[in-house]
């Protein structure tokens, strides 16, 4: 009888670790946020969420610098409207150094 016991033992133990490593699966977190925006993501886990956070943070720097090359522009436009040379000469640099 103890054979069989231990036949049976020996087969558990598997099977108990596979439910177990599933059940650790399963509560782990999503790699990141996909429902949002890059703006509005703020968890990351595991590589594939590091990748993506690396993605976000490119795309962000990208907006920023197209924003406020556009931003720029805006200005250059109300300074050449007022003729206010100053002005016109430090939005051109701005848009030299932010708008690719």
Known sequence: MHKEYQALFNKLIPVSLIVLLSACGATQPPPY??????????????????????????????KELSDKCTKAKIDLAIAETDKNASEIKKQNALISSTCI
């Open 33 to 62: 946020q996909k429902d949002r925006n890059p703006e509005d993501r703020d968890q990351y886990n595991g590589t594939e969420g590091m990748a993506q956070y690396q993605k976000d943070q490119s795309y962000l720097v990208g």
